[in-house]
Structure formats: structure tokens, C-alpha cells
């Protein structure tokens, strides 16, 4: 696998750091990245907007994944907390990030995850939170475990939390993966080596963080997430 | 000068998103038994035209007024305000399922009415952005920027096709990912013209 991965960090990156869709070394790309180009189109009205939460959507515990049972999940406990900021570098306020990961022993609540690891009766692994006005978000959580895959032989991704992001427009949507810095699996795992640009895939590690941690409870980490695309309105040059 | 910040990259969502993002109700933009409401829904497939039970699509849009959605409430809709917002997972059979309202056209808008669309799905590194037009607005498809842009097969599927269901007034919208019949995807960074400028200091002012 690791041939392949150093073959496929040969091509030139794509534009902003994101991976190439048709990345072979992640096998079930074969039939799922387009064939055709993507056809350039200014966005619309509607793509310059983007849906909107509130404060009904999301309640204070969500952001507290350690919280959603009746005893005290098995870990860990991190606190991950970070900025969400668009192209310009403005924060993006009052947006819903969501997360979703595996248990300390790599194992997802979900019907689809073989992987011979025990289940946590107390951790389910979803949470939710809206930004603040300086676009900050924090959970609460449990560091996740590594798990196997069956990409290839003996494929095992590094631990991560996926997020979910909105910006100011439907434009900036992103989905992508936080990892732990230091984490030897990085150059194994042709998830993370889809991005090939180096300083892109620094950009997706959270960084230790010993402000974070809070003494005598959990140990802490800061991500920042830039969101890519255009925004709601065009950037202010003396923002810039 | 520091410069804008570099883009954080995407990652796939992976096939263990569903007790992450789905959500109760994620494809009632409007509840059952709303005047007007529309069934839009397909199957999404891939290169080999086989069903893609692991997608996950998300949906936006303008209400029956043309006006974009402006009050939180998109996951814990009250049943009174347009949100405008859908999101839903593929089952089994790789199909979807929304109810919702028919987009007017948005004031000063040279588009035509459409549903904004964005794919996930496992084995999907960077989402994938489409749109759903309708076919019964013939004089503003011709005139859409995108839909004229490209060539008849390819802008058709961007259209959705009239077809009734049990409760009422239907569309079906399918999504091929990749080979035959490929769905049109957009490349919306069209502004970020603006943004690479900034970077090399040579753009337009
Ligand atoms: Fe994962």
C-alpha cells in the first residue's frame, strides 16, 4: 500500500489541498468519482445562502458526547475545541458542526461495523454544537480508537473524528476528518494520503494543546477549520 | 501579511455517517398532507449503474415565494416555517425520498428555479455539487445560465422527471455518479477567482 500511496502523491495537487476524487489507492473510489470534469458554474443565488440552525436545533449536552448515556463512557476523555473561519479568514458564526467517531477501542454504534471490538454501552459518538460569535466550537468527547478496514491487507485508519461544517453559503459545505498529531499510521492510511500535499495534510491535525486541558479531567486539543468556496458576501479587502 | 488561511481539505464521510448526520424527519422539508407538496426522489447509482446504498444527499432551496430561508429551526422543524433544508441517506436500494415545496424563482436571480444539491457517500473523498431543475419551467430553463451552457443530454440530467405518487404530485431526480447518463457536477469555485488573486497579488482589483 505504501507504494501505491507514494505513486499517487506524484500527480500534482488539486486546487485548496483536497484530495483527487479518483484516488486508486482508496479502492472504493473506482466508481464513484466522475468521469467527466465538473462543469464550472457561478453559484446562484440560492448557492450564495446557506441553511440556517438555531438554538432549537441543538441542545448544550449535544456537544458533550460523554453525557448521552447514564453512566460514563470508557477513554480517554479529550476536549476538541477550534475556530471555523471562511476563505477570508472571517469567523463563521452561529453555524452547526457535527461530529461523529468510533469508541476508545475503534468501534462504531453501527450496524455496518465488523470490527471485532467491544461496544460502549455508555458512548454513542454523535454530537452537535453551534459556533459562537468568534466562530468557536468545543466538544466534549473521548478519544476514538484505530479500527481495520478492508481497503487492503492489514489496513487499519488512524484515529479521527469526522465533522461536519456549514459555512455562510451553500458553497462552503465541507465534510472531512480530524486526526491526532504524531499518529503512525498517517503514511498507511490512503484516506489521510489522499490529501498529498504536505502542508495540506498538516491542516487536518488537531494540535495538543495544554491550555486546553483541563487539570485533573481531560487533556485538550485545538482544529481550526477553514472552509473553502466562495462566501455569502465577497471578502472586505481590509479584512484581508 | 499573513495572507487568507489555507483551505482545511475534505475526507470522505465514510460509511458510518447514519447515527451522525441523518436526522428524524431529515427528508419532511413539509409536513404530510401540505398544500402543494411535491415527492422528489430517485436512486443514486454508480460507474457500474449498481444502486449506492451509502450516500447521503442534502438538499436547499427557496419556498413557493422565492425567498431563501433566513430562521434557524432546519433539524427541528416547527411545522410552520419554511426551512428550506433536507438531508437524507440512501437505503438499501440506493433510493431517497424528499417532500417539499416547488421552488419559486429568487428575485434578481438569472437561474432558474432549482434545489441546490450536494452528494456524500463512502468511497466519495470531496462531495459533489448538483442542481434540480424543473422541466415546466420551459422560457427560464432556456434562458438559465447553466442548463444553456450544456449540451441537451448532459442538461437533462439536471431536470427532474414529472412522475405521480401516492400523495400527490411527483418528481424523480436520479443520481449516476459516475459513466452513462453521468449526472452533471459543479465546479461552484467560480469566485474563488477572487481569493487566488489575493494570494499572488495579481488579480483584478
Ligand atoms: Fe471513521
Redesign the pocket.
Known amino acids: 500500500m505504501t507504494a501505491a500511496i507514494r505513486e499517487a502523491a506524484t500527480a500534482p495537487p488539486q486546487r485548496g489541498g483536497h484530495p483527487d476524487r479518483a484516488y486508486a489507492p482508496y479502492r472504493s473510489t473506482a466508481l464513484r468519482a466522475p468521469s467527466q470534469p465538473l462543469v464550472v458554474a457561478s453559484p446562484s443565488l440560492v448557492e450564495r445562502t446557506a441553511p440556517v440552525f438555531g438554538a432549537a436545533d441543538v441542545a448544550p449536552i449535544d456537544a458533550d458526547l460523554t453525557q448521552h448515556s447514564t453512566g460514563e463512557p470508557l477513554g480517554e476523555r479529550i476536549v476538541v475545541t477550534g475556530r471555523v473561519l471562511d476563505a477570508a479568514g472571517r469567523p463563521v458564526r452561529h453555524q452547526l458542526v457535527e461530529v461523529?467517531?468510533?469508541n476508545a477501542a475503534g468501534r462504531?454504534r453501527h450496524d455496518g461495523d465488523l470490527h471485532p471490538a467491544p461496544l460502549d454501552p455508555h458512548f454513542v459518538g454523535g454530537g452537535r454544537c453551534l459556533t459562537d460569535d468568534d466562530g468557536r466550537y468545543r466538544f466534549v468527547t473521548i478519544k476514538?480508537g484505530a479500527?481495520p478496514w478492508r481497503n487492503h491487507h492489514n489496513a487499519w485508519?488512524p484515529a479521527?473524528?469526522?465533522f461536519s461544517l456549514f459555512g455562510t453559503a451553500f458553497t462552503q459545505r465541507l465534510v472531512t476528518?480530524m486526526y491526532f498529531p504524531g499518529d503512525q499510521l498517517f503514511a498507511l492510511d490512503p484516506i489521510f494520503s489522499s490529501v498529498t500535499d504536505e502542508k495540506a495534510q498538516q491542516r487536518l491535525i488537531a494540535r495538543y494543546d495544554h491550555d486546553t486541558t483541563v487539570a485533573e479531567w481531560a487533556l485538550g486539543y485545538q482544529w481550526d477549520i477553514v472552509l473553502d468556496g466562495p462566501g455569502a458576501t465577497p471578502p472586505d479587502p481590509d479584512e484581508v | 501579511m499573513t495572507g487568507p488561511p489555507e483551505p482545511t481539505p475534505s475526507q470522505t464521510v465514510?460509511?458510518?455517517f447514519a447515527f451522525g448526520l441523518p436526522f428524524d424527519g431529515g427528508g419532511d422539508v413539509v409536513p404530510p398532507g401540505t398544500a402543494g407538496a411535491i415527492s422528489l426522489h430517485g436512486t443514486v447509482r454508480d460507474g457500474n449503474g449498481a444502486p449506492v446504498p451509502d450516500a447521503l444527499l442534502e438538499f436547499w432551496q427557496a419556498g413557493p415565494d422565492g425567498r431563501l430561508p433566513t430562521r434557524g429551526g432546519s433539524m427541528a422543524r416547527d411545522g410552520r416555517t419554511f426551512t428550506g433544508f433536507a438531508r437524507v441517506p440512501t437505503d438499501r436500494a440506493g433510493d431517497y425520498t424528499v417532500r417539499t415545496l416547488r421552488p419559486a424563482p429568487v428575485a434578481g436571480s438569472t437561474e432558474a428555479p432549482h434545489l441546490a444539491v450536494t452528494v456524500f457517500a463512502r468511497g466519495l473523498l470531496f462531495h459533489l455539487f448538483t442542481r434540480v431543475y424543473f422541466p415546466n419551467h420551459t422560457e427560464a430553463n432556456a434562458a438559465d445560465p447553466l442548463l444553456s451552457s450544456l449540451p441537451p443530454e448532459r442538461a437533462a440530467t439536471l431536470i427532474a422527471v414529472p412522475d405521480g405518487w401516492f400523495g400527490g404530485p411527483g418528481y424523480r431526480f436520479d443520481i449516476r455518479m459516475q459513466g452513462a447518463g453521468e449526472t452533471v457536477f459543479l465546479d461552484l469555485t467560480g469566485d474563488g477567482a477572487q481569493r487566488s488573486s489575493t494570494i499572488d497579488g495579481a488579480g483584478p482589483a
Open positions: 461523529w467517531q468510533a462504531y476514538p479500527y485508519r479521527h473524528i469526522h476528518q | 465514510g460509511p458510518f
